[in-house]
């Protein structure tokens, strides 16, 4: 690894870890959409690297206010999402080499409608959902948390209808996130993901996001998350398109 490439990463990596400290989701879908728009690694390997750094970001931000996550909603959508995150981590294992281009196109539709949900936040609901509800948002959000290491979209669409304070969809997300981050670190750990080009990176990754969860935190907070979402909008959308046409003209 060159080091414009492994400059070009870090950025990504710290916008994306700005991006969720401030939001709360889009670290994943940030780092692996724009990895795989600029070719700089694998899909296989790059998820590998979101899961620990992730994982990470998460556990630093929830450790300083764990009291707020709604547990009845983190709990019937960890019962979906737990199945079905070990089902999209098989399907890349199995198929991640071979279905290169077609990852890709799915990618590239999923972060383009990550990126309206981004820029316009939903109307919450007059009522809390049920759980069989949370149970199926978190199966669909898991598959897309094993195969991209991107779990968030639906789920935060789903969270942020609660009618909940933004404090508590936010921590809720976050709890989430470290429930899929650490069960998608743990089965790449036994699959024998974390070679040692992932662990190296990993390693040069994790003081950015520890610098950024922590000695930034109270500072980010002040900056209005509106700014944010649109300036992740317009990125998601260019990289989005990108994914989807790239393997159409440019293969």
Known sequence: MDLPTL???????????????ITGFAMGLIIVAATAALDLFSILEVTAIISVIS???????????RRGVNTR?????SLGLLPSLA????????FGQRLDHLLKTGLGLMVMTAGLFMMFKPAQWPSASSNPAAI?????????????????????????RQPETVATIRLTLLAVFFLSTFSRAMMGAVYGHFTEAVLIKTALALPLVILISIGLQRKLAQI??????????????????WLVIQPLFFA
């Open 7 to 21: 400059g070009v990463f870090l950025l990504i990596v710290a916008f994306a870890a700005l991006t969720q400290t």
């Open 55 to 65: 994982m990470m970001n998460t556990w630093l931000v929830l450790r300083q206010s």
């Open 73 to 77: 909603l983190l709990l019937f959508i």
């Open 87 to 94: 089902a999209g981590f098989v399907f890349l294992d199995q």
């Open 136 to 160: 199926c948002v978190g199966f669909l959000g898991g598959f897309f948390g094993g195969l991209y290491s991107a779990a968030g979209a639906p789920i935060a669409y789903f969270l942020y």
């Open 224 to 241: 209005p998350d509106q700014w944010v979402r649109r300036l992740v909008f317009l990125i998601l959308q260019g990289v989005g398109a």
